[in-house]
């Protein structure tokens, strides 16, 4: 825990408010941090969102169902079109390529983002959000995996740089 702690601090972040920083420079493949937080199932997650005790975007979804409403950590990494980290395994951020001291941990939000089909059967809304990632390939939103472009599913999906569950749905292997 003192370990993973101090590779990481938060601050103020060009994205969106907060974000966590890298005091240290990380390989790549390097674990960064394991996300934290009470497991709750979907039902659980739209009583505590519809009672607002939940922002809808911070409930991180880690198998068909199963939800971890982060700890403040956790939650507080940023979303990039073009992230330097991604969710191995369950939901153990781990480097994508070698990142400096000083440069801010990002991930792909969208690509553990696969429940909208039952969310709205459910007939509750799916969560989006205007992307202000600044990366050159930013799409301009925060949206389901499936809405990704074909090309940026294909990269994450070759990869492998999504969690286990989406790699069993959409790449067909493990
Ligand atoms: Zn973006």
Redesign the pocket.
């Known amino acids: 825990m003192t370990r993973k702690v101090s590779i990481l601090v938060v601050k103020g972040s060009a994205i969106s408010g907060r974000g966590v920083f890298a005091t240290q420079p990380i390989k790549k493949g390097q674990r960064i941090h394991l996300m934290r937080g009470k497991r709750m199932t979907m039902r659980a997650m739209f009583r505590a969102v519809d009672d607002g005790l939940e922002n809808s975007a911070d409930p991180l979804l880690i198998a068909d169902g199963q939800y971890l409403d982060l700890n403040e950590l956790s939650r507080t990494f940023n979303?990039?079109?073009n992230p330097n980290a991604f969710l191995r395994r369950q939901c153990t951020l781990t480097a994508i390529r070698n990142i400096l001291r000083g440069e801010e941990i990002t991930y792909d939000y969208s690509t553990s983002m696969v429940d909208g089909e039952k969310i709205r059967s459910l007939g509750h809304p799916v969560w989006t959000c205007r992307?202000?990632?600044?990366?050159p390939n930013?799409?301009?939103i925060?949206d389901q995996f499936q809405r990704l472009p074909a090309r940026r599913r294909a990269y994450y999906l070759k990869n492998r740089y999504a969690p286990d569950f989406v790699l069993r749905k959409f790449a067909g292997n493990r």
Not at 131 to 135: F, L, S, Y
Request: overall charge positive; charged content about 10%.
């Open positions: 979303h990039s079109c992307c202000k990632c600044g990366a930013c799409v301009g925060i």
